[in-house]
């Protein structure tokens, strides 16, 4: 009843904000096995899921979904990894997108005949050729790509990043430091550092500062050499790049010791260097 609940209320929102909400409530078979988009390659027989899907986008005729892989069907806006839901029929019109058994392996093209009725599968990427379907041994249409999803996407963490950073700074959110302030406290903070990639935690706190660009360590070992030359541990790029991983790759204020590349007592020392850089920049 609290589901019912739940849906309805989000439904009825969404359908105020202009958008059209459906309920995947239908089981429709999933063949796990990618179809080349490409050079053809067998989708296999064997039903290894379903995905649920509203009943109001399915038609009369038998439904099934497959994964496409490749790039011969860019043109057409079928991607690597996209996935297809395939109207199962053995007929086709010129234009539509079909799955077709080739000389036994499947492949997803567009389909279309000649002036002289030949039917062909057309690749849309231009690296590709079209294939006249009367050249294979054994061509038949299976199907026709009735609907694409795309995976959903994800936008990098550290583009996220640098775009609340130029807004804080026009929201004036986030103090700017000046160089003055960053020579200060790395000066400060090297008595602390006993290892080379101890420097990591202070181009995390850098980089959470917008001082340094996110990911660019060789910007961030010259800084350093250039402020305290004489340090017996100096940076180096791929120490950094080492370090910058798991929840090292978030802001300072996002560090944790279960999802850390080093754990007890190393993890307590990175993490002063990085409370205390802050300060430093705050201080100087």
């Known amino acids: 009843m609290m ?14 904000a202009g958008m059209e909400p459906m309920l995947c409530d239908t089981p429709v078979p999933f063949f796990d096995n990618k179809v080349a988009c490409g ?24 439904e099934f979904f497959i994964t496409a892989w490749g790039d011969s069907m860019e043109g057409a806006d079928i991607r690597d990894g996209d996935l297809l839901k395939v109207k199962a029929q053995m007929t086709a019109n010129d234009g539509d997108i079909v799955l077709a058994w080739l000389d036994g392996d499947f492949t997803v093209k567009s389909y279309c005949e000649d002036e002289a009725g030949r039917s062909w599968l057309v690749p849309q990427n231009a690296k590709y050729k079209a294939f006249p379907m009367s050249d294979a041994d054994n061509a038949r249409i299976f199907g026709v790509v009735m609907d694409v999803t795309r995976k959903a996407c994800r936008v990098s963490y550290r583009d996220c990043m640098r775009l609340i950073h130029e807004a804080q700074m026009e929201l004036g959110d986030k103090k700017e430091i000046s160089m003055a302030q960053v020579s200060c406290a790395i ?14 935690a202070v181009c995390r706190v850098l980089e959470d500062d917008a001082v340094v660009t996110e990911g660019d360590f060789d910007a961030f070992c010259q800084l350093v050499r250039a402020e305290v030359p004489e340090h017996p541990h100096l940076p180096a790029r791929d120490e950094m790049v080492r370090m910058a991983s798991q929840s090292f790759k978030r802001p300072v204020a996002m560090w944790n010791e279960m999802n850390a590349p080093v754990q007890g007592k190393r993890y307590r020392d990175y993490l002063k260097i ?9 201080e100087c």
């Open 3 to 16: 589901k019912e609940l739940v849906f309805s209320e989000l439904f009825e929102a969404l359908e105020k």
């Open 39 to 62: 050079v053809p390659t067998s989708v296999g027989d064997v039903v290894t899921d379903v995905l649920m899907v509203p009943q109001s986008t399915l038609s009369m005729q038998q």
């Open 187 to 200: 000066q400060g903070i090297a008595p602390m550092v006993e290892l080379a990639r101890q420097w990591y």
């Open 274 to 282: 990085a409370q205390k850089m802050q300060d430093l920049l705050g």
